[in-house]
């Protein structure tokens, strides 16, 4: 290895930390995950708040200011996450209903560990034939750093034949193909 080579291995070494890490500071990072099944389309999400901006989104979410998230004022603040996301499937909107959520204390998020994850569905029924998925998230877009992937569908009825997003991932767009389920042995027999 050459003098110069190693001069930019050590230089590279000591500033990516440093880039990564400042990074995530002034930024609530948003990262969305759809999957579908015949019934329903799962939207799970994490966001974590940078450190500089963790007292602003805690003070979102803890309304009462006692210090604790409530069972209710997290309740609160998945329902407002839902209403600043769009899901639309075959260009009708469809409702997602909170299934679940975890928040975090301030001091983890004051330390830049803490993330919220919600859990939502909106139900859907996988018709045979070719659909279109769209998803938006448009929650503090004054603060957010989005990433937004589709999950490969468990049901093998279920192809994602293309995605495509936008530049900040805020949104996607799934070209789907629903297949019809293979017919059952017996009742092709009984006719």
């Not at 930024?27 to 759809?34: H, I, M, P, W």
């Not at 015949?38 to 200011?65: E, M, S, W």
């Not at 029924?125 to 998925?133: I, K």
């Not at 503090?140 to 994602?160: C, F, H, K, M, R």
């Amino acid at each position: 290895m050459t003098r110069t080579a190693r001069i930019c291995s050590i230089v590279t070494l000591f500033v990516l930390p440093i880039t990564a890490r400042a990074h995530r500071l002034d930024e609530y990072l948003q990262a969305a995950r759809l999957a579908l099944a015949p019934d329903q389309v799962l939207l799970k999400i994490d966001l974590t708040p940078g450190v500089d901006v963790a007292p602003a989104i805690f003070a979102l979410i803890n309304t009462d200011r006692d210090g604790l998230i409530s069972e209710a004022e997290g309740k609160a603040y998945a329902n407002r996450l839902l209403k600043d996301v769009v899901l639309e499937v075959d260009g009708q909107p469809r409702k997602l209903e909170v299934i679940g959520s975890q928040f975090p204390s301030f001091h983890e998020m004051q330390e830049g560990t803490g993330t919220i994850r919600i859990e939502a569905r909106a139900a859907w029924r996988a018709t045979p034939g070719h659909h279109l998925l769209f998803f938006r998230n448009n929650h503090q877009t004054d603060l957010g750093a989005y990433l937004v992937n589709a999950l490969l569908p468990a049901s093998p009825e279920i192809a994602i034949t293309d995605q495509q997003r936008d530049s900040l991932q805020r949104e996607i767009k799934l070209d789907i193909h629903v297949q019809s389920p293979p017919a059952a042995a017996g009742s092709a027999r009984g006719r």
